[in-house]
């Protein structure tokens, strides 16, 4: 019996949740190394998986796990991992060190505000670490009924960090602050409830309709993919579109996608700022992995009977997310509303069924999270500096803290796709893919770049140039423990942006699997030859003639 690696994976951070929450009162500090050290350790068994993953091997998973659970309703532990859920998984484990270093002291004014008995370092800790597990698993489980418990788990723990932990830089009271956080909280949980609710009805009626045509319910994905390709499975066209539609509601709530995504703003306005990157770096990526790996799956008819409302739904993120993302005087808010436009293009991908498109897709879920996690965690360090959210309320600051302000402007830049960082190759794919499917979409998605340029350039010429205002005029520079979590973020941009064949390898066969259980190609171009055609080797045999 081989290692159960992927197990393994989400075991660890959830050990490490639990070990964390376990440290006395007294013993803050290590507390806080407990959980990097945890963290480290599910980095390194994300990095084992990659390596061990064979992107040219047959078959759509690889490392898989299968064990009976509740036999008696066809629930099975079973996990599996193609290069799209290794991808996310990776970045994962990359990115929760780097939110452990960054919220380092987040905890500590609470702890100013509490009795012993609560202890909220070790609390803060043990919840990023319980939603890494969470999320971790829920990109291998290949059982629906599997997938959908740790889908729904992880609300439980980002509504104690949202509503517990939440930034108190706004310039408001300490009562107002707290009714703010515990309201986004509120949102946050009720929307993404009201998702899965609706998500459980249709995994029941999953159940139901392999039960009746198979013989035996099951929530396999793969049992369910390859009874329908050999014709063991039918689903009649308004049973699959229904079912589809429940899963597809839970995966936009969560995604963001427009008009679902109004609990976004506020839950990453509230949060701190590596609370709001697990938010939409990590946990929403959940929601546009599971419709690359269920929703298409799953229901490949009714993915292409709901295609051109989706496409419809995703321009308008786009631009609307940008729009807003303009007019925002709230830093964290305006990073929200441009991940709700990103978040657009990522599932305009999607659904545009074609190579280029899904390929760019998966891209943009990496690359998104990297860069968003670069311009929030050192938004997170400017607000910490200067007590307030509020764009007009900082002024100059290149001229007091230029590594700062030089790190603010590469993850802006990245965040607006400029060439050479890595979310440009991700943006390109997906407008070029959707091209070549829908070209009117995809000409009017291009303006969501023309407005991302303009909501980064503006934040940091409002922010970083002009008169150095007198609240900045003390502002330090980063320290070293804060150059440790964006230097390699950076570092990451540039790499990927100049060289991204070693992802492109790795998610390249995961979407061509896709579209085939979609029954997609891509569109050939249209050439049109206007010269005669003329008999193969006429010109060759009138030069050997002579």
């Known amino acids: 019996m081989s290692f159960p690696l992927l197990t393994a994976a989400a075991a660890v951070p959830a050990i490490g949740a639990v070990a964390t929450a376990a440290v006395p009162a007294a013993k803050r500090t290590a507390a806080k190394w407990l959980a990097l050290l ?17 992107p040219g091997a047959k078959g759509p998973f ?23 859920a290794v991808a996310l998984i990776a970045l994962t484990a990359l990115l929760i060190p780097f939110v452990i270093l960054a919220g380092w002291h987040d905890a500590d004014a609470l702890e100013k505000e509490t009795t012993k008995r609560w202890r909220p370092t070790q609390g803060f800790f ?16 290949t059982d629906v009924f599997v997938f959908y418990i740790f889908f729904e788990a992880m609300l439980i723990p980002m509504y104690f960090l949202i509503g517990g932990f939440g930034d108190r830089a706004d310039g408001q009271g300490a009562t107002e602050s707290a009714a703010r956080r515990s309201s986004a909280a509120v949102k946050f949980l009720l929307y993404n409830l009201a998702g899965g609710l609706i998500m459980l009805a249709a995994v029941i009626g999953l159940y139901a309709v392999t039960a009746d045509q198979i013989g035996t319910g099951t929530f396999s994905l793969q049992q369910i993919v390859e009874a329908r390709a050999a014709g063991e499975l039918t689903m009649g066209a308004t049973t699959e579109r229904l079912l589809f539609l429940g899963f597809f509601f839970a995966f936009a709530v969560k995604a963001p996608l427009w008009p679902l995504h109004t609990w976004l703003p506020g839950a990453m306005g509230e949060s701190t700022a590596p609370v709001a990157v697990l938010i939409t770096a990590v946990v929403d990526k959940v929601g546009t992995f599971a419709m690359l790996r269920f929703c298409l799956q799953l ?54 069924m074609t190579s280029q498109g899904q390929g760019g897709a998966t891209l943009y879920m990496v690359n998104h999270g990297i860069s968003t996690a670069a311009l929030m965690l050192v938004a997170g360090f400017l607000i910490s500096r200067r007590g307030s959210r509020i764009i007009g309320d900082y002024g100059g600051v290149q001229k007091v803290a230029p590594v700062l302000a030089g790190t603010f402007l590469i993850g802006g830049l990245a965040t607006l796709s400029l060439p050479g960082l890595a979310p440009f190759v991700s943006e390109f794919l997906v407008l070029v893919g959707t091209f070549s499917r829908y ?50 973020l950076i570092a990451l941009l540039l790499f990927l942006g100049v060289y991204p064949k070693p992802l492109t390898d790795l ?35 009138a030069e050997a003639a002579k």
Do not use: C
């Not at 945890?38 to 064979?54: E, G, M």
């Not at 064990?67 to 066809?74: E, L, N, P, R």
């Not at 969470?134 to 990109?139: A, E, G, L």
């Open 62 to 84: 690889q490392l898989t796990e299968s064990y009976a659970w509740i036999a008696d309703f066809g629930v099975r532990y079973e996990l599996g991992v193609d290069g799209i």
């Open 299 to 352: 229901f490949p008819e009714a993915s292409k009977w709901a295609t051109p409302v989706i496409l419809v739904l995703a321009l308008v993120s786009i631009l609307y997310g940008a729009l807003l993302a303009v007019a925002q005087k709230d830093i964290k808010r305006l990073v929200a509303y441009a991940s709700i436009s990103h978040f657009g293009f990522i599932i305009l991908g999607i659904f545009a």
């Open 126 to 141: 043990a919840l990023i670490l319980a939603v890494e597990a969470m999320v971790i698993i829920s990109f291998e489980a």
């Open 38 to 54: 945890f963290s480290l350790a599910t980095l390194a068994l994300a990095l084992v998986i990659a390596v061990r993953f064979d």
């Open 439 to 488: 070209p009117v979409i995809g000409i009017i998605a291009t303006a969501g770049i023309v407005l991302a340029a303009l909501y980064v350039l503006v934040l940091y010429q409002r922010t970083m140039t002009g008169p150095v205002k007198a609240e900045v005029r003390g502002m330090p520079d980063l320290k070293a423990r804060e150059l440790v979590v964006v230097a390699p």
């Open 507 to 541: 998610v390249n066969p995961a979407v061509d699997h896709t579209l085939s259980v979609v029954d997609q190609q891509d569109p050939k171009p249209d050439v049109r030859v206007n010269a005669e055609p003329r008999e193969a080797g006429t010109d060759r045999d």
